[in-house]
């Protein structure tokens, strides 16, 4: 029972999230400063941010007091940076965003674990690029497995159901290959991450077409993932939640996703 009470008593909880953060840059300081808040509400302190642009880049280095922040190059345009804000801790970059394969962030170290970015190919019709990137990302990744855990996640662009996390959660094989994440989603029932509200997601749905964006699909697009096989031990996901789904003083939200929050369990 003693040794039971000591386990109990080193255990602890660290909460990470990720955010497709939307590349426009109108009010970006609002939403940053309305983002800054619920991180420090929730206490988050590890975020995995996509569609960052250059300027949002410099809004939140300038608005999340006390965290560092690493991004990887532009994948499209003037904007869509992947980046590793947290404030967990010593952060240092383990290895750099690869020139010809910016989906994903920089690899930065902490405290309690490793992480990474990543933003996948967006579109019907293009499962087949993001189950590759998949691949690719899963044995980029192999060699940092090791005392800490490793933790990938971003903006799949694939629902839990899909051949991409299929894979990267180890129930189907590419090519032989093969990959083994546990997903935050495993044992909870998953909720929608794109927004059919909110202000940008109106705009950006008329921007292609879609003239009644109240009647989208729910999604679940963006996930959190950590290496191998983990439940009721260090790294483990207990708990999911929403974040960023406040609003700006124009009404507006912080983004056209929600952010999806975890409890991670500690420990030793």
């Known amino acids: 029972m003693a040794d039971m009470a000591a386990t109990h008593a080193r255990e602890s909880i660290l909460r990470i999230g990720t955010l497709n953060l939307l590349h426009f840059d109108e009010c970006i300081d ?75 962030a920089p690899v930065v170290a902490t405290d309690h674990g490793i992480w990474a970015s990543v933003h996948l190919a967006w579109g019907l019709g293009r499962e087949s690029e993001r189950v590759a990137e998949a691949v690719r990302i899963s044995r980029w990744l192999e060699p940092l497995r090791g005392e800490r855990p490793v933790f990938l996640g971003g903006d799949f662009n694939a629902e839990p159901s899909s051949r991409t996390m299929r894979f990267l959660t180890g129930l189907d ?25 909110g202000g940008w997601a109106e705009e950006q749905s008329r921007r292609v077409g879609i003239v009644r964006p109240y009647d989208m699909p729910d999604r679940t697009i963006d996930h959190l993932l950590v290496d191998g096989w983990r439940y009721g031990v260090n790294g483990a996901f207990t708990r999911t939640f929403r974040f960023a789904d406040s609003t700006i003083p124009d009404g507006r939200g912080i983004s056209d996703h929600y952010g999806v929050g975890a409890d991670v369990l500690l420990l030793g």
């Open 30 to 104: 609002e939403r940053v400063q309305a983002l800054s808040w619920e991180l420090d509400a929730a206490n988050i302190r590890v975020l995995l941010l996509q569609e960052v642009t250059r300027h949002a880049l410099e809004s939140l280095r300038h608005g999340l007091a006390g965290w560092q922040i690493s991004a990887g190059p532009q994948l499209t345009g003037a904007g869509d940076l992947q980046a590793v804000a947290t404030r967990d801790g010593e952060h240092v970059v383990l290895r750099s965003t690869p020139v010809d394969f910016p989906a994903i």
């Open 173 to 197: 094989n590419v090519d032989g290959a093969d990959a083994a994440w546990t997903s935050a989603w495993s044992g909870r029932e998953p909720f929608a991450t794109t927004r059919t509200d």
